[in-house]
């Protein structure tokens, strides 16, 4: 996970917005991924960029890239309790035999408070 | 059926007890991963299967054994496990790279929860 980084944790009260960081080192990256993943249950792909974009806005979520800096943020409006889990960035590092490899950040926390 | 099934959940197995963890998926997808999770920590690739060969083996102790009976079977045989291997491991699978609509997303199971005695 030494090649994305994010913060630890985030504490947002319920209706915030939610703003997670994340850099990455592979400047030829070309998908980068938000990922969510609720207490004992396994990752579910939120989002995802191509890196000729700039922004992506799916319903409550905004990803925004920034590849000059290699910094890809993802905003979730309006932020609920069931938002309430880790988010972890990925960027795919190439491929071998036909197979995708994510590398995945250490993930931030996210607690919403009512 | 965009579902990736994983059993036993939960395994509570000795040293020198010899078990296995298995991943079923329905999506024809022809790429399937074993990664462990450790608490608060995030994904580490373990494993690897492309068209049900083995493509990628990130240096695994050999007491994990993978194996690809078919596209839509992973089993991961565990044999002499230490405490420090107590973890959640979970399977994933994906289009291949080049299939129409491949998004390079990865589809995860729940998890198997190993805890090693």
């Not at chain 1, 994305?4 to 080192?25: A, K, M, P």
């Not at chain 2, 596209?71 to 496990?81: I, T, V």
Request: charged share 20%; proline share 4%; with cysteine.
């Amino acid at each position: 996970g030494e090649d994305v980084e994010q913060s630890l944790f985030l504490s947002v009260r319920e209706g915030d917005s939610s703003v997670i960081n994340c850099t990455y080192t592979d400047s030829s990256s070309t998908y980068l991924y938000w990922y969510k993943q609720e207490p004992g249950a396994g990752l579910q792909l939120l989002t995802y960029i191509f890196s000729n974009m700039d922004m992506k806005q799916d319903q409550r979520l905004t990803v925004l890239l920034n590849k000059k800096d290699k910094h890809l943020s993802l905003r979730i409006a309006d932020t609920q309790t069931g938002d309430s889990a880790i988010y972890f960035c990925a960027e795919r590092k190439g491929a071998s035999g036909g197979s995708y490899i994510p590398t995945f950040g250490r993930g931030t926390s996210l607690i919403v408070h009512p | 059926d965009t579902e990736v099934t994983q059993t036993p959940k939960h395994l509570v197995m000795g040293m020198t007890n010899k078990k296995s963890l298995k991943c079923e998926q329905h999506m024809g997808h022809r790429a399937m991963y074993w990664y462990k999770q450790k608490a608060k920590k995030p994904p580490e690739l373990m494993f690897v299967y492309s068209y049900e060969k083995l493509s990628i083996n990130e240096s695994v102790p050999s007491r994990f054994s993978p194996e690809c009976p078919n596209s839509s079977l992973l089993n991961l045989h565990l044999h002499a496990l230490q405490p420090e291997d107590s973890a959640l491991y979970l399977c994933a699978s994906s289009q291949s790279q080049g299939a129409r609509g491949w998004t390079g997303e990865l589809f995860f199971g729940e998890g198997s929860r190993l805890t090693v005695l």
